[in-house]
């Protein structure tokens, strides 16, 4: 009886491993390997495709453009405003300085801001209110601001992705460092 057992436990695990190999699509037998392939072939006259091996899935242009009006500037030197407001308010516990400042600033540059302990910022205090610095091409979505602050000069890279988008610092470091 034991050995009767022994075979259907054995035969369940081929079973059950069977399965498992069809469905991650490595056993040869799979149906969808005798399908043919019948995506389109990719267009020669497209420069840029953003693809997933030699299937093609969109076309990539980028971002649209956008104006760098007086307007945009504006809010991107209001918003910048308000995050050197919250970088420099080194009284506050690490965590309280984090959450008072993550609003502000992209995903991207959290990453590194959660790391940064605010009784260690050399910039403490702002002495001055925020002006644009020159860019080479001016861009509807980038903005840089320029504080003068107790450890001299700083800027806040202002970034927004869309026109309807909220201006968000991707940066806040020394004038010398860019």
């Known amino acids: 009886m034991e050995n009767l057992t022994n075979k259907k436990k054995a035969a369940t695990a081929i079973a059950a491993g069977a399965v498992v190999l069809m469905l991650s699509g490595c056993w040869g037998g799979s149906p969808v390997a005798d399908?043919?392939?019948?995506?389109?072939?990719?267009?020669?006259?497209?420069?840029?495709?953003?693809?997933?091996?030699?299937v093609p899935q969109a076309e990539h242009t980028g971002p649209p453009s956008l104006a760098a009006d007086a307007t945009a500037t504006e809010?991107?030197?209001e918003a910048a405003v308000k995050v050197m407001a919250a970088?420099?308010?080194?009284?506050?516990?690490?965590?309280?300085?984090?959450?008072?400042?993550?609003?502000?600033?992209?995903t991207a540059y959290a990453q590194d801001?959660?790391?940064?302990q605010p009784?260690?910022?050399?910039?403490?205090?702002?002495a001055s209110a925020g002006s644009v610095v020159p860019a080479d091409v001016p861009d509807g979505h980038q903005v840089r601001v320029k504080f003068t602050t107790n450890a001299g000069e700083w800027v806040v890279i202002m970034t927004r992705a869309s026109a309807g988008a909220p201006w968000l610092a991707s940066n806040v470091l020394p004038l010398e460092a860019i």
Do not use: G, H, M
């Open 87 to 106: 970088y420099t308010d080194t009284s506050k516990s690490k965590e309280e300085w984090f959450q008072a400042l993550a609003p502000l600033i992209t």
């Open 113 to 116: 801001a959660q790391y940064i």
């Open 119 to 126: 009784s260690r910022l050399k910039a403490r205090t702002v």
């Open 75 to 77: 809010d991107a030197i």
């Open 35 to 54: 399908q043919q392939n019948t995506e389109p072939a990719p267009d020669p006259s497209v420069s840029c495709l953003v693809s997933c091996q030699d």
